[in-house]
Nanobody, 123 residues
Framework: QVQLVESGGGLVQAGGFLRLSCAAS????????LGWFRQAPGKELEFVAA????????YYADSAKGRFTISRDNAKNTAYLQMNNLNPEDTAVYYC????????????????WGQGTQVTVSS
């Protein structure tokens, strides 16, 4: 079993940046692919980015390409989401999640979820 805890959210002005962290417990962290999702008020859960278990492959939603970078440090049982050039449309609760399967953009396939961290971008 994997437990995930997000941190690093907050209030930032448009054009600013944040780095989210996802700390995992459990010995099998490095065997899971990891994803970041977000949910804005009144909207469905949305895929943001994912990274393979070894970190060699990364995937991004179109909205994140060129601005966000996903990474992981298996020695520290932690994953990160560096978010640059934020805009108000990025305002949402951000969740990290872990999955053993390969369908990394589908939230329904993920096995474990964190509690989320709020990101608010002011204009």
């Amino acid at each position: 079993q994997v437990q995930l805890v997000e941190s690093g959210g907050g209030l930032v002005q448009a054009g600013g940046f944040l780095r989210l962290s996802c700390a995992a417990s459990g010995r099998t962290f490095s065997s899971y692919n990891l994803g970041w999702f977000r949910q804005a008020p009144g909207k469905e859960l949305e895929f943001v980015a994912a990274i393979s278990w070894g970190g060699s492959n990364t995937y991004y939603a179109d909205s994140a390409k060129g601005r966000f970078t996903i990474s992981r440090d298996n020695a520290k049982n932690t994953a990160y989401l560096q978010m640059n050039n934020l805009n108000p449309e990025d305002t949402a609760v951000y969740y990290c999640a872990a999955v053993r399967g390969d369908n990394l953009s589908s939230d329904k396939d993920y096995d474990y979820w964190g509690q989320g961290t709020q990101v608010t971008v002011s204009s």
